[in-house]
C-alpha cells in the first residue's frame, strides 16, 4: 500500500508533512484529506481565522500531486 502525505499550504508558507499515512489508495487518500480540511474549517471558525488561503496538498511518496483541497471547498451551504 502506498504512502501519501498531507501538506499545508497557507498563502505562501507551506507545512511538510514528513511522516504520511500508509493508505489502500488515491480515493482513500482524497477522503482522509477532505476530513482534514473539514476539521480545520472548524478550528478556523471556531478562532476566527481566515480561510480563503489554506488548502491540504495530497502527495504520493512518489511525489506524484494527487489533489489539492482549498479549506474552503468543504463547506456546504446546501
Known amino acids: 500500500m502506498p504512502r501519501y502525505f498531507f ?10 508533512d514528513f511522516e504520511g499515512a500508509v493508505l489502500s489508495g488515491d480515493d482513500q487518500a482524497i477522503r482522509e484529506a ?5 476539521e480545520t474549517l472548524a478550528e478556523k471558525i471556531i478562532f476566527g481565522d481566515i480561510i480563503s488561503h489554506t488548502s491540504f496538498e495530497v502527495v504520493r511518496a512518489d511525489g506524484h500531486l ?11 451551504f446546501q
Not at 34 to 38: G, S, T
Open 7 to 16: 501538506h499545508v499550504r497557507e498563502a505562501d508558507t507551506l507545512s511538510i
Open 34 to 38: 477532505l476530513q482534514a480540511a473539514r
Open 66 to 76: 494527487i489533489a489539492v483541497i482549498p479549506v474552503s471547498s468543504v463547506l456546504r
